[in-house]
């Protein structure tokens, strides 16, 4: 049973579309297969990858938190990406919570689409605060993620916390832009 899953988490990460890899678990479900949360989160991967934000969202809530499935490193690091996609900053912040609560490391990518949502939704001593923590656990964010924080924090006044974020910045050698 566990080596059909393998398969057919495999299957769903190597589909080159969604069809593909919505018909691979329709004949898994079809014949009584129980999919674990690795297949979920294949196929969440794929439907955040492709833009599918939305799609990705129902399938994790109606069958993962329903079922309360267990939520894998890279089920959550999806989510997190799908959530800031979506705007739901505040869902975005449980699963991240929760990575870090497993003394696990969120992915380089979802931690910039973090901070960019911070940044988009106008919360940026919020999104410093998880800024820290990010820095905190060593993960390197992309120049964009810095500059926009930087320069946001400014904006409205936040200096001592902007320079922090610049001093990280320029201590894990990521060259700021001119207009920083």
Same mark, same amino acid.
């Given at each position: ?29 079809? /014949? ?34 329903? /079922?309360?499935?267990?939520?894998n490193l890279s089920l959550l690091n999806s989510m997190i990406i799908c959530y800031c996609e979506l705007g739901k900053l505040d869902e975005a912040k449980l699963c991240i919570d929760k990575v870090f ?46 500059? /926009? ?6 904006? /409205? ?24």
């Open positions: 049973f566990s080596c059909a899953q393998g398969v057919i988490q495999r299957i769903i990460s190597q589909c080159s579309s969604i069809p593909e890899a919505l018909s691979a678990i329709n004949y898994a479900v079809e /014949r009584g297969m129980e999919l674990d949360s690795d297949s979920y989160s294949s196929l969440i991967q794929k439907l955040v990858c492709c833009g599918e934000a939305q799609l990705a969202e129902s399938l994790y809530v109606d069958f993962l938190l329903s /079922r309360d499935i267990k939520r609560g497993m003394k696990s490391l969120p992915i380089h990518g979802a931690c910039s689409a973090l901070i960019k949502q911070f940044c988009a939704q106008d919360r940026y001593l919020e999104g410093f605060g998880y800024f820290v923590k990010i820095s905190d656990a060593d993960i390197l964010l992309n120049s964009m993620c810095y500059n /926009r924080l930087v320069d946001n924090l400014c904006y /409205r006044g936040y200096l001592d916390e902007a320079l922090y974020v610049f001093d990280v910045m320029c201590d894990n050698g990521v060259p700021p832009t001119v207009h920083l």
